[in-house]
């Protein structure tokens, strides 16, 4: 069953602390990315990532981090520098050769 | 100019009507155009997709109208459900940028039976 996973589907953070989202596809695309969705807000990019280890910062990077170490596999860490970090988190992926993206379940994160 | 914008924010259709969302964009690089519909708590999916090469594409009762001189572009849903009451986003790509995707802000339908 190909597609997109993201865990944990909630996920509570106290003040101060670096949390880890995680992503995983099994679709064989090369291109993943990181959105964080705000309600009246749409989807804004946070990371993105072409090829194993490369990625660059999207409209929003500020506060977080990612890393690409496998094709499947792309983790963003909300870190304590992001200010306002409660929101759903969205990871999607997309093969190089045509723009579709194919979304996961989404991470809803609230911060205590 | 990497903006799209989207409106109206909200639509109400009743049970068998039209529904219209609309999107305008500036930048002339952007060369792919998706629509994405999202029920609550779960990711978007790609409902239908256009080329500035083409001005219509059809799937069921989606249709997308494209003008490519006027830089809008537009979500038609014929004979509008109750099930089709979700959010719908629409976004553009610009050909230079790895498959980024820019979206408008989305318009969140209610059919009413």
């Known amino acids: 069953d190909g597609g997109i996973t993201q865990s944990p589907k909630y996920l509570f953070r106290k003040e101060g602390q670096n949390v880890t989202l995680s992503c995983e596809q099994n679709l064989n695309h090369d291109a993943m990315y990181w959105y964080r969705q705000d309600p009246g807000q749409g989807l804004r990019l946070i990371y993105y990532s072409q090829i194993v280890n490369d990625f660059q910062k999207g409209d929003i990077a500020e506060g977080y981090s990612v890393s690409r170490e496998k094709k499947e596999s792309f983790p963003l860490t909300v870190t304590s520098a992001q200010k306002n970090p409660t929101a759903f988190y969205l990871c999607?992926?997309?093969?190089?050769?045509?723009?579709?993206?194919?979304f996961g379940p989404g991470t809803r994160l609230t911060v205590l | 100019q990497q903006q799209v914008k989207q409106s109206p924010q909200s639509l109400i259709v009743q049970k068998g009507g039209i529904s219209i969302i609309n999107c305008a964009y500036e930048?002339?690089?952007?060369?792919?155009f998706p629509w994405y519909q999202q029920f609550p708590g779960k990711g978007p999916a790609l409902l239908i997709a256009?080329?500035?090469?083409?001005s219509e594409k059809k799937e069921g009762r989606f249709t997308i109208s494209f003008n490519k001189s006027a830089k809008q572009f537009s979500l038609h849903i014929m004979d509008s459900q109750p099930g089709d009451s979700a959010t719908y986003f629409c976004?553009?790509?610009?050909?230079?940028?790895?498959?980024?995707?820019?979206f408008g802000q989305g318009t969140e339908l209610s059919v009413k039976p």
């Open positions: 999607a992926s997309s093969s190089r050769v045509y723009n579709e993206q194919f």
């Open positions: 256009i080329r500035p090469d083409v």
């Open positions: 930048n002339t690089a952007f060369d792919y």
């Open positions: 976004a553009a790509s610009p050909d230079n940028q790895g498959g980024k995707l820019i």
